[in-house]
Structures are given as structure tokens and as C-alpha cells.
């Protein structure tokens, strides 16, 4: 049976404000957190795709119980089961110790055909996780992909549409193979009554690495410290005119003055 | 000791960001007293290869490799055995992949989308945004080699210098395995068209383009009707005003989710992150997900007829007024201005 994985996490709130405390440590207060916004797009396409090939889903997060909220969304929304990987006291913020992880899961669930992710993590506004999974498995890597085109798993191949800077490729590869899936590849769903119910009632299990049986690499990069970034001090000129005409006049002006032309 | 910069090549010629990367790598390179190599990977890297040395660099390695596959094999075999103190790319759909695939198979570790890097203590620094740009990140890496993307615009492009002659040095192709991928068909995007990222003015629509004081034909429902407007407008309002300027075209969400422009216009939080010279945007309120794809703007101008509208707060110059009568008289000023 054709199995797709997805990963999501728990991202703060978009419209959230988040600031580094006192303490040195990144805050949003008490606001919720919302499943990272790109995800919303992967796991469509996984609940999709499964249905379409009457196979199942499964969703990864990796990380602490933060995460439980995203995957039980995932459910909500109709990924058959969900699964967080925690190891204490790993710095999962590196990539490569993530993707120990990630790959980790993947090897253990053993019968995966793909893997989807959304385009990147709005928290830590990075997407090399994704490409080292598909390393470390030694997968086909589709990155940006817009539409998938043809995917058959009895043949074990894949088509798709990726839009880079240069316009659009349409690409095929092998499965198994690692996605990465753009905004307009989908609409995503909402969750269901039913679904919401499931959602409530699901209890995640949690993995360590010695569940998945490996052993961690060291962290190659250490996050040193964060820091608010300077306040933007602008004072807004409101350009005053008899008409549009004089208006845009004025700005055009000011715009040349400015040297941004 | 030495730094890579990669070359990201189009053809035989080097994208506009490559020079950005090499500015960057350069001052890098001079912290860490190093010499700096321009990699070039691809069959024909004529005028890139020189060009390379007009912009900074000491010496350019030229591989004939053009797949992914194969340029993460030459990277990560230069890397194992040149170890340079670091690998510097633009943060690209190709650079990204390119840099954190070779990181992975050297084991190194890797800062992507960085904006300033500093050397202290003869180790590397970079930072870069996390929670879209609402906090800054100091970021390490504790392996021989660093590898680093930049962000688009961070870095500025150096100046180009006199033809020199740098030593280029071509490397035979090492064993990859074949690539995984087969391309079997590539959509050029819209010729001349000017990449959201790189582009040094951008002009941007919102919700507010379907205000449009035309007429929609009869036939169309009230939805269609909105949606035709809108199109007109970005077509023949907010491009002209694009031509004048050199400007790419940008898009909120709310104009992208209800049909009026492609997705690839859209900037802010689910779309691109850019960073121009001058940013108008007309007809947006300036939602804080708009707010976190174009907050870095040096000069940001709001055109907007609600004056109550969050991007005032946002722009250095406004204007509260109907866009359908701001935008053309703009469009005309900056023709008589700039002619
Ligand atoms: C998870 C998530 C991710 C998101 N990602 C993004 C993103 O990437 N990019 C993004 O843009 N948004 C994003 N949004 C949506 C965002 O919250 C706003 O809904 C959106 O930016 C609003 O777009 P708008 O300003 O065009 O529309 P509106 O907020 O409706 O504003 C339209 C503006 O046009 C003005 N106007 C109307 N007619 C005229 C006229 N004739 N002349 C002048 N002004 C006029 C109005 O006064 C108003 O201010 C995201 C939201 C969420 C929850």
C-alpha cells in the first residue's frame, strides 16, 4: 500500500508579535500557535495524494510537545496517524541532527514512498533540512514543486511541474523521492466535525533516537545568540496636493531625491 | 586556506546575485586572510570566468558538470580536498539546494540566508531573520568548512573592475551517479520579465486593484467582473508604471488567492521575501504577513484611499487617494522626470 509522509511543526501565530526576552530566549507569550503556514499546502497534497491511490498517510514532527498541536490538527484534517520525534537534550535546530532524525523515522516506519514537505518553516525560515533528508535517504529530490502531474506507485514514478526563478520544469524522477510543495499547488481543506473528534481523542506516541535505532551526529552549527532586530524608525510624509497630478509630481520628486530611481 | 564562492551560471553567463556572493565571500576572505576561488560549474563559463576575476576574485575553478547530481559530487570533492574555510552561494532555488545537499555529504555545517557576516576570534558568523524576520539569529558553524547562502540584495554588488587575468583552472568531472531527475520540458518564464527577489524596484497591487473604474463586459457574473478589472488594472495601470521604472511586479495575497495575478507575484509571509530599493504598493493594507516580505524595502511608498490603512505606518512616502488616479499621474510624472 502506498505510503506518503509529511513533517509539520507549531509555528506561532503569524500575526503574533515574538521577541527575545530578557532571558535571551525567543517568546510570543501566551498566543496559540498555528501549524507552519506552508504546511497547510503539504499535508493537502499528502491527504490527497493517499486518497487518490488508496493508501495512507502518516505525519512527522520533530521536536518537543509544542508540536502535539500540528499533528493533531494533521488528524483533524484527515492524515491517518502522526507520530513526534523527541530527543532530549539533541539540538534539533541543526539540520543535521534533525535530519538524523527525520531520516531516522522514515527508516523505521520502513515502507514509505515519499515525502512531502511545505516550502520551509516560518520559524526557523529555512528549507536545507529538506534537501538533507533526501541525502541521507539517498532519494530523489523535487524541490518547489507547483503541480503533481502523474504519480504512479505500482510503476514508482513521478512527474512533476517545479517553478524556479527561470520559469517552470517539468521533471520526472523515481520513487521513493523527497518533495517540497509551493502555495498554488493545492486548496487546502478544513477539518471536519468528525475529524476534529478524532483529532481530540488521537494520542501521539513519541520516538527518541534510541527508538529508531541510530545514533546521533554532533551538532555542526550552534545558534549563539538572538536578538531584536533594530527598530525601524520612519516618519511617514503624507504627500498634501490640489490633485493626483500634483500629488505624483511631488512624489515623483521626492523619489529622485531619494536616489532610489 | 581559501574561500569558494559558487557562480551560479546561466548558459555562459553569470546571474546578476553571483557578483553579490562574490562581494560578500570577498570581505570574508580578506577577514579570514585568505585567497578567494570563483567555482564555476557548467560547460561553457566564458565570459562568467573572467568576469569573476573583474569582481574580486583570486583564481576561478571551471567544472563541465551540469546536473545537481553531478555539481554536488565536484563541490562536496573540492570541499573534502581543497577544505576551504567556507562555501558561499546566493540563497537560490539552486543555490540552497546545491549548498545544503554538499554540506550534508561533508558533514559541515551550514547558515542559509544570511545578511551579515562577521569574522571573530577567526571564526565564522553569520546572521540571518527567524520568525519571518521578527527576531535575528548569531549562527556558527563548529566544522572545518562553513557553508553559506546569502539573501538576495543583502550583499552589495562590488564594483567591476579592469579585465584582469585571473588564473582559471578546469577540474575533470568526478564519478556521480547518474541524476535522478530527467527534465523533460522547460517553461522560459515571461521574457524580460524581472525576478521579484532580485529586482531593485518592485510595484505592487492589492485587493484594491479590483476597484477599477472600467467597465466589465456584460457578460461576466459579479465575481468575473472583479477579477477582469483587477487584471486590466495590473495590465494596463500598475505595468506601465513598472516600464517607467524597471520595476518587477508584485502582489498581496488577497489579489493572488482571488484570482487577479499569478502566484509567483505574491510577497509577504507564504510567498517571496524581497528586499528592493523602492517598493510601492497600491491598493494594500499592509497586513503584517504582507509586512513580512517587503519590510526590508530601503524606500517603501504606500498609495492607498483609506488614510487609516497599516502600511502609512510602514512607508516613508504616502499618498491617500483613489489609485486609479494616483498611479497614471505617477506613471506620467516619473516619464517626464526620467526622460
Ligand atoms: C498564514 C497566513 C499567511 C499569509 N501570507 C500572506 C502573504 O504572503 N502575502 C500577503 O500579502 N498576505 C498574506 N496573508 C494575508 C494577509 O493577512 C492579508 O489578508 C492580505 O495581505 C490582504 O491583502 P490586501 O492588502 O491586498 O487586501 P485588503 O486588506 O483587503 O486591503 C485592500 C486595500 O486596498 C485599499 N483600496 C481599495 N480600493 C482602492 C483604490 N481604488 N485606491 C487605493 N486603495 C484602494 C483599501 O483601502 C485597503 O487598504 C497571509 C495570511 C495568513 C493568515
Known amino acids: ?261 | 586556506m581559501t574561500v569558494f564562492a559558487w557562480i551560479e551560471t546561466q548558459g555562459a553567463y553569470a546571474q546578476p546575485s553571483s557578483w553579490e556572493t562574490l562581494g560578500g565571500a570577498r570581505a570574508l576572505a580578506d577577514a579570514l586572510q585568505t585567497d578567494l576561488r570563483a567555482v564555476i560549474f557548467g560547460g561553457d563559463s566564458g565570459s562568467a570566468a573572467s568576469d569573476a576575476g573583474r569582481y574580486g576574485a583570486d583564481a576561478v575553478i571551471v567544472c563541465a558538470c551540469e546536473t545537481m547530481e553531478s555539481q554536488v559530487a565536484q563541490l562536496s570533492s573540492l570541499v573534502a580536498e581543497r577544505k576551504p574555510r567556507a562555501v558561499v552561494a546566493a540563497g537560490s532555488s539552486r543555490g540552497r539546494e546545491l549548498m545544503a545537499s554538499a554540506a550534508f555529504d561533508t558533514g559541515s555545517g551550514l547558515i542559509s540566508d544570511v545578511f551579515e557576516l562577521r569574522v571573530e576570534d577567526g571564526l565564522i558568523i553569520g546572521t540571518r531573520p527567524v520568525y519571518a524576520g521578527k527576531v535575528l539569529m548569531d549562527m556558527r558553524a563548529e566544522t572545518a568548512t562553513t557553508f553559506l547562502t546569502l539573501r538576495p540584495r543583502a550583499f552589495p554588488t562590488p564594483a567591476k573592475g579592469a579585465k584582469s587575468q585571473v588564473p582559471i583552472e578546469t577540474v575533470a568531472a568526478v564519478d556521480a551517479p547518474s541524476s535522478p531527475l530527467t527534465t523533460v520540458e522547460t517553461i522560459a518564464a515571461e521574457a524580460g520579465a524581472i525576478s521579484l527577489t532580485d529586482a531593485s524596484i518592485i510595484v505592487s497591487g492589492g485587493r484594491g486593484m479590483a476597484n477599477n473604474p472600467v467597465a466589465a463586459p456584460g457578460t461576466l457574473s459579479a465575481d468575473e467582473a472583479n477579477i477582469w478589472r483587477a487584471q486590466q488594472g495590473f495590465a494596463h495601470i500598475l505595468k506601465p508604471l513598472a516600464a517607467v521604472l524597471g520595476a518587477a511586479i508584485g502582489a498581496s495575497r488577497a489579489a493572488v488567492d482571488a484570482g487577479y495575478i499569478a502566484y509567483e507575484h505574491q510577497v509577504g509571509q507564504t510567498g517571496k521575501v524581497v528586499s528592493p530599493d523602492l517598493y510601492i504598493a497600491c491598493g494594500i493594507s499592509g497586513a503584517i504577513q504582507h509586512q513580512a516580505g517587503m519590510r526590508g524595502s530601503k524606500i517603501i511608498v504606500a498609495i492607498n484611499k483609506d488614510k487609516n490603512a497599516p502600511i502609512f505606518k510602514l512607508a516613508h512616502y504616502g499618498i491617500v487617494g483613489d489609485l486609479y488616479e494616483i498611479v497614471p499621474a505617477l506613471t506620467a510624472a516619473l516619464e517626464r522626470k526620467l526622460s
Open chain 1, 1 to 261: 500500500m502506498a505510503h506518503i509522509v509529511t513533517f509539520t511543526r507549531s509555528t506561532p501565530d503569524t500575526a503574533a508579535k515574538v521577541w527575545v526576552a530578557e532571558s535571551g530566549a525567543v517568546t510570543w507569550g501566551d498566543v496559540a500557535t498555528v501549524v507552519n503556514p506552508w504546511d497547510e499546502y503539504s499535508l493537502e497534497e499528502t491527504i490527497a495524494q493517499a486518497k487518490a491511490a488508496r493508501g495512507r498517510s502518516t505525519a512527522l514532527a520533530i521536536g518537543g510537545a509544542l508540536h502535539d498541536d500540528a499533528l493533531k490538527h494533521s488528524i483533524a484534517l484527515g492524515i491517518n496517524s502522526a507520530i513526534r520525534i523527541e530527543e532530549p537534550g539533541a539540538d534539533a535546530g541543526d539540520s543535521l541532527v534533525w535530519t538524523a532524525l527525520a531520516a531516522g523515522a522514515i527508516n523505521k516506519l520502513g515502507d514509505v514512498d515519499l515525502a512531502i514537505f511545505g516550502k520551509e518553516s516560518v520559524d526557523v525560515g529555512s528549507d536545507q533540512h529538506m534537501y538533507q533528508v533526501a541525502r541521507s535517504l539517498g532519494w530523489s529530490m523535487l524541490s518547489l514543486v507547483s503541480k503533481i502531474i502523474e504519480l504512479d506507485f505500482a510503476t514508482r514514478s513521478i512527474k512533476v511541474e517545479r517553478t524556479v526563478e527561470a520559469g517552470k520544469d517539468i521533471v520526472t524522477a523515481r520513487l521513493p523521492a523527497v518533495l517540497s510543495v509551493l502555495k498554488d499547488i493545492n486548496e487546502p481543506r478544513y477539518p471536519n466535525f468528525l475529524g476534529i473528534r478524532k483529532a481530540a481523542k488521537a494520542k501521539i506516541p513519541v520516538w527518541s533516537a534510541a527508538d529508531l535505532g541510530i545514533e546521533l551526529p554532533a551538532a555542526a552549527t550552534t545558534a549563539l545568540s538572538y536578538s531584536n532586530p533594530p527598530a525601524r524608525d520612519i516618519s511617514t510624509e503624507i504627500i498634501a496636493g490640489a490633485d493626483a497630478a500634483e500629488k505624483a509630481a511631488l512624489l515623483a520628486s521626492h523619489l529622485l531625491a531619494e536616489k532610489v530611481l
